[in-house]
């Protein structure tokens, strides 16, 4: 358990420095578009909309900050907004970001800009089981596929599918819980922050998370991704 204060501050780590080389060539893909505005944008967007983040530190592609403050300037939020230059990997980003928190950040949230559709409600449900006491907290969602372990392909076993779960962002934790893992883990280079805290003993919990907040790396997701904003944007929704 955490002795997160209620009046201490949620922020929002963002790593968005990423070359995005699996959705092929062009500028990093945080900076790139999505009906017609950067994905970085719609992220930062749906975190500051979440009622309980007040601040979001975005890690920036080291020759993406000035653009990265540009495209962010306009946006119509109270939550304040920290832009810092990232590094060589989504960890040494996130330990950048972990750096410019101010002192009265008590609990911090890690969100993917590569997942810029994540509805604020999954948002809040990760910091409020932080608030509540739990050190760490990851949204999942089931997996459809049937799942097989396989070596030099050959198949070693079927997992029980009702025990896998897929993992997804904002990952939320107590910040001195996330600053500890970074700090004992350095040029680990983990896929996910949880992954870090796993390794120090602490426990992980899990929240609903959403097929919404899926990730986008390869550019069939671009597709899923822009039908999601037709369907917002014919329902009346802020896009
Ligand atoms: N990221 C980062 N700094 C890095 C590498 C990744 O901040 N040096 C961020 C990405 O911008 C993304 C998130 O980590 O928001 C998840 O990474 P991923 O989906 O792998 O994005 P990319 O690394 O950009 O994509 P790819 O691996 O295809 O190059
Ligand atoms: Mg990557």
Redesign the pocket.
């Known amino acids: 358990m955490n002795a997160a204060a209620p009046s201490a501050r949620t922020a929002a780590i963002v790593?968005?420095?990423?070359?995005?080389?699996?959705?092929g060539p062009g500028a990093?893909?945080?900076l790139r578009t999505l009906a017609g505005q950067p994905m970085l944008l719609h992220a930062v967007r749906a975190l500051a909309a979440a009622r309980s983040i007040d601040l979001v530190v975005v890690?920036a592609p080291e020759d993406g900050v000035d653009e990265a403050r540009s495209i962010l300037a306009g946006l119509d939020t109270e939550a304040e907004i920290v832009i810092v230059s990232?590094?060589?990997?989504?960890q040494?980003?996130v330990a950048r970001a972990l750096l410019a928190l101010p002192a009265d950040v008590d609990v911090v949230l890690v969100h993917?800009?590569?997942r810029p559709l994540v509805p604020p409600d999954v948002v809040d449900r990760v910091s409020a089981a932080v608030r509540g006491g739990h050190d760490a907290v990851i949204p999942t969602l089931g997996v459809v596929d049937t799942i097989k372990e396989v070596d030099d392909g050959i198949v070693i076993g079927t997992l029980d599918r009702s025990r896998v779960h897929a993992v997804q962002t904002p990952q939320g934790f107590a910040r001195a819980v996330l600053q500890r893992a970074h700090a004992s883990s350095e040029g680990s280079d983990a896929t996910d922050d949880a992954g870090l805290v796993e390794r120090m003993g602490v426990v992980v919990h899990t929240v609903a998370g959403d097929e919404e907040a899926f990730?986008i790396?390869r550019p069939l997701d671009l597709v899923l991704a822009e039908a999601i904003l037709v369907r917002r944007r014919a329902s009346g929704g802020v896009v």
Not at 15 to 23: N, T
Not at 86 to 90: D, F, I, K, P, Y
Request: aromatic share 0%.
């Open positions: 790593p968005a420095a990423g070359r995005g080389e699996r959705l990093p893909k945080a890690a990232g590094g060589e990997t989504r040494d980003s993917d800009a590569a990730k790396t």
